[in-house]
């Protein structure tokens, strides 16, 4: 079954951190360039972290450059998002999307059709 699964989500105080991971099941995760998105309650999906299918070029959201840092592991067929520093405005849904063989600004990009899409972790930033 071809799928991205999320996880490492869940609730942390102000300051802490936490480690996505975007694991691919179904294809080789090494063809395709990865995206986190992210979803608040009543506001837009947005492009948060991106890395490219070839170089491994990365392209972050001006509000989480410095805290928030994407990777790779293609043994593992997983892209990680560590986040640190967190804020309560990281509140959202967090989701991971695919896209073949393309750069990090193109997956990133919102109005791009991505190839597969995660169901999502929550993380919530609370005290």
């Known amino acids: 079954q071809v799928q991205l699964v999320e996880s490492g989500g869940g609730l942390v105080q102000p300051g802490g951190s936490l480690r996505l991971s975007c694991a691919a099941s179904g294809f080789t995760l090494h063809y395709y360039a990865i995206g986190w998105f992210r979803q608040a309650p009543g506001k837009e999906r947005e492009g948060v972290s991106c890395i490219s299918s070839s170089d491994n070029s990365t392209k972050y959201a001006d509000s989480v450059k410095g805290r928030f840092s994407i990777s790779r592991d293609n043994a593992k067929n997983t892209v990680y998002l560590q986040m640190n520093s967190l804020k309560p405005e990281d509140t959202a849904v967090y989701y991971c999307?695919?896209?073949?063989?393309?750069?990090?600004?193109?997956?990133?990009?919102?109005?791009?059709?991505?190839?597969?899409w995660g169901q999502g972790t929550q993380v919530t930033v609370s005290s």
């Open positions: 999307a695919a896209l073949r063989g393309v750069t990090a600004t193109i997956v990133c990009l919102q109005y791009v059709r991505k190839d597969y």
